[in-house]
Every structure is written in structure tokens, then in C-alpha cells.
């Protein structure tokens, strides 16, 4: 079992900025892969980014340029930097950890940007 809490979301203007944060209850040695995804009303969940054990990061199109996923192995957290937000990007965030054990997700924060 994988505990996922993250943090850092809220209400912020068309341009700004946001870093959401993840920390999990184990370290990141037995866990292959962390993403975050995102999901708003009546659409299905949709992977934003993801950055495995090698620190291999990748990103959705829809995000390319704008958002940065990173992690602090010490902290056993990783982080989701967003920047030049756009209304569009407002949902739910969700923090996935891909582990040897299975798959865990947190809890989600809100992510809303006004226009």
C-alpha cells in the first residue's frame, strides 16, 4: 500500500502560476513511475505528465512548455510546477504512483484558473 497526499492547488488568474506537490509513503525505489493526471466533470481522467524511476519525464501536448514535473528523492515527493495556466487547465489534479505493488492514486486538489 502506497499513501499519495497532495497539496498546492487553488483559484489563480489566466497566466499565473502553481506548483502542486505529492508525497508519497514510500521512497521512490520501489516505485517504477509518478504522474499526475487531471479530470474535470463528465470527461475521463487525462495524464498531464509523468517521470519514471530513471527520471525520464513526459508530457500531454496540451501542456509542452508549460508545466515541469521534478521530484526530491529525500522528500519522497514530486512536484508538478505549472506555469501560464490557462482557464483550460482547470480540474482536479491527481497524483498516480505506478509502484511494484500496483497502482495508487491521491486524493486530487483543485486546480482553477479564472480568465
Known amino acids: 500500500q502506497v499513501q499519495l497526499v497532495e497539496s498546492g492547488g487553488g483559484l489563480v488568474q489566466a497566466g499565473g502560476s502553481l506548483r502542486l506537490s505529492c508525497v508519497t509513503s514510500?521512497?521512490?525505489?520501489?516505485?517504477?513511475?509518478m504522474a499526475w493526471y487531471r479530470q474535470t466533470p463528465g470527461k475521463q481522467r487525462e495524464l498531464v505528465a509523468t517521470?519514471?524511476?530513471?527520471?525520464?519525464?513526459n508530457y500531454a501536448d496540451s501542456v509542452k512548455g508549460r508545466f515541469t514535473i521534478s521530484r526530491d528523492n529525500a522528500k519522497r515527493t514530486v512536484y508538478l510546477q505549472m506555469n501560464s495556466l490557462k482557464p483550460e487547465d482547470t480540474a482536479v489534479y491527481y497524483c498516480?504512483?505506478?509502484?511494484?505493488?500496483?497502482?495508487?492514486w491521491g486524493q486530487g486538489t483543485q486546480v482553477t484558473v479564472s480568465s
Open positions: 517521470i519514471t524511476r530513471a527520471g525520464t519525464t
Open positions: 514510500r521512497s521512490f525505489f520501489s516505485i517504477n513511475a
Open positions: 498516480n504512483c505506478d509502484s511494484i505493488t500496483g497502482a495508487y
